[in-house]
Each structure stands twice: as C-alpha cells, then as structure tokens.
C-alpha cells in the first residue's frame, strides 16, 4: 500500500480541467438523497443504475495511483479494479459475524462524494463489501451530526498518510505489521490484509517475486564489489543495477512498498537509501 494524496486535490479532472459535468450531477444527486422523505427514497435513488456515476472518474482516480490498485499495488493480478465506496453506502458491517438484520445503515451521503472513493481490485471489494469497523469508543459518523473525520477505522487508509507505512513486507510476499507495531496497529494490520484479501495468493506470490528480484540485484552488486577492483566497467555495471533497484520503488511501479521494504530491510546502507526513493 502506498500513499495516495487523494486529498491534496481539488477533485475530479477531465482534459487537464475540473470535472464540472461531473461535479454538477453528484452535487445534484446528494440534493436528491438528502431531500428524500425515508430511507425507502435513498434506497431508490442509490438502487438506480444511472446513478452509479462513480464509473465516470475511474480514470482520473486510477491516474493518481499509475493506475494501480491503491490497496494492494498491483495492475492485474488482484483481478480487475472497481471504484469502492470506502464507508458502504447502503448499510455497514462493523465486526466479523455480524447478522446482517443488525448491520447499520450506510454513509449515504458520501455516495457522491469523491474523497470518498478508492480504486481496489475487486477480489478485495468483494471480500470487503460492507464491513467497516471502527476502533473501540470510536464515534461514530451521522449525517448532520457527528463529521466522518472524527472516526477512528481499522481498515487502513491509503489516502491518509499516516496508514500506508503500518503496513510492511516480508520475502514470501506476506503483509504484516511494521517493525514496532503497537497492538492497535497490529489489529488495524491484520484486519486490513484480511478483509481486503491482501493475503490473496497470487498477490503474495508477486511480491515474493518482487523481493527476490531485489535480493538478486542487491547480491549481483556485492558480487561485482568483491570480485577484484573496481574500474570504471565495474562501476558502470553496478550502477545499472542500482538504476533497476531504483527503478523498483518509483511510485509507477508494481508492488513499488515491497521492494523497497526488502532493501530496507537488507543490511546493506546504499540499498536502504534506495528504498527512500533516492
């Protein structure tokens, strides 16, 4: 998972200019949902097809994450990539087990709202549906009462900056925690690799090609190093490989967190300052 400044923009953009078609009918519609008399009239309008206008910014959402998954950084091995409402829309799950005749009603009036939406592979939208915990004495979000931004989730988030970096990599593709995870952090971890299918087999099994890839260039580098002196032809050849490595962690990369965890985490001081990106 990798930062995603979602929020730093000023929303949708077609052809280099704001997205007001766009904006004009989700303004229109969240008019409509929270005009509506009952929930049976939000359900109505959030059931209607042509109202799902989500579809129409996939492309400008997929542009911020080179259009990546933005949970789990791939392209094409975590199936294709939906629009995810990240609070449900229509009801909310908040813990495993849960009879859906007790589930929550859903953050309707985020339904049009862009900070919203998140790009994921629908492997993990499937898995996640509706769940969306909170933390314990979390408060919890109403429309005109208490705002979303005081919620405290367990999913992690990869448009707020602090979530991203709780999530790490180990060499058989595995998400886990960071190193010094407190137990909140393990549990907002743990729960987001379950209910986000960030465990999906092929998606570990990527990754764990990712890091091997890196543990082979970073081997080939030390090999060169300790074969003789270093010349000129020496140092150029090293050099390439280091491009490969730095290649590995841009942004535009898949799996870019995984490969630079397995420098971080190689022991080797140039290959850690590879991992920050420089």
């Not at 589930?103 to 993990?124: A, H, M, P, Q, S």
């Not at 907002?188 to 082979?216: G, I, N, Q, Y």
């Not at 870019?256 to 965890?261: L, P």
Request: aromatic share 8%; charged share 25%; proline share 6%.
């Amino acid at each position: 998972m990798r930062y995603i400044p979602l929020l730093e923009t000023t929303g949708p953009v077609k052809n280099g200019l704001p997205d007001q078609v766009w904006l004009t009918s989700a303004a229109t519609l969240t008019a409509a949902l929270t005009a509506a008399p009952d929930k049976a009239t939000r359900d109505l309008i959030l059931d209607t097809k042509a109202n799902e206008i989500w579809g129409q910014i996939k492309d400008w959402l997929l542009s911020l994450s080179h259009n990546k998954c933005w949970f789990s950084e791939a392209e094409d091995v975590f199936s294709y990539r939906d629009v995810e409402h990240f609070r449900p829309k229509n009801a909310c799950k908040r813990k495993v087990g849960q009879k859906k005749i007790t589930y929550e009603d859903g953050y309707w009036w985020l339904t049009y709202d862009w900070k919203n939406y998140r790009i994921c592979g629908n492997v993990g939208n499937g898995k996640k549906g509706v769940m969306f915990p909170l933390l314990p004495n979390s408060p919890v979000a109403k429309f005109g009462g208490i705002s979303y931004l005081n919620e405290c989730p367990v999913l992690l988030d990869p448009a707020n900056a602090a979530d991203p970096p709780l999530l790490d990599f180990i060499d058989n593709g595995k998400a886990v925690p960071h190193h010094d995870a407190d137990a909140t952090d393990m549990l907002r971890v743990t729960a987001t690799v379950t209910h986000l299918r960030l465990d999906f087999e092929k998606l570990e099994e990527a990754r764990a090609k990712v890091w091997a890839k890196c543990r082979l260039l970073i081997e080939e580098c030390r090999d060169i190093a300790l074969a003789g002196p270093i010349g000129p032809a020496e140092k150029i050849r090293i050099e390439e490989k280091r491009n490969q490595l730095r290649a590995m962690v841009r942004p535009a990369a898949p799996f870019s967190m995984t490969a630079a965890a397995c420098l971080r985490k190689s022991g080797v001081s140039w290959a850690a300052t590879i991992a920050t990106g420089a």
